[in-house]
């Protein structure tokens, strides 16, 4: 069983930072897709970047220079470092590992709460 589990979510104040981390358990890590999600209220859960287990990465076009996301297979870890936070970044944020764009296997966290004040 995979799991996934997030932590470094929390209340800052726009302009500040913050560094999501994920960590899987398994054996999955180094060949799955690496993602972060995040769902605001009322919204629909959107892409905000993801990481292949080559290295490529893309990002959401409203996070683009300011989220860097990352990963170390050695800890079995990805990250999101968030920059620059507005209050539209406000949502919970999921850690998703999939392979074959989910069609091998598609895990979620639990997701982590990031609230940014203006």
């Known amino acids: 069983q995979v799991q996934l589990v997030e932590s470094g979510g929390g209340l800052v104040q726009a302009g500040g930072s913050l560094r999501l981390s994920c960590a899987a358990s398994g054996s999955i890590f180094s060949i799955s897709t690496m993602g972060w999600y995040r769902q605001a209220p009322g919204k629909q859960r959107e892409l905000v970047a993801r990481?292949?287990?080559?290295?490529?990465?893309n990002y959401a076009d409203s996070v683009k220079g300011r989220f860097t996301i990352s990963r170390d297979n050695g800890k079995n870890t990805v990250y999101l470092q968030m920059n620059s936070l507005k209050p539209e970044d406000t949502a919970v944020y999921y850690c998703n590992a999939n392979r074959g764009n989910g069609r091998v296997f598609d895990y979620w966290g639990q997701g982590t709460q990031v609230t940014v004040s203006s």
């Open positions: 990481i292949t287990s080559s290295g490529f990465s």
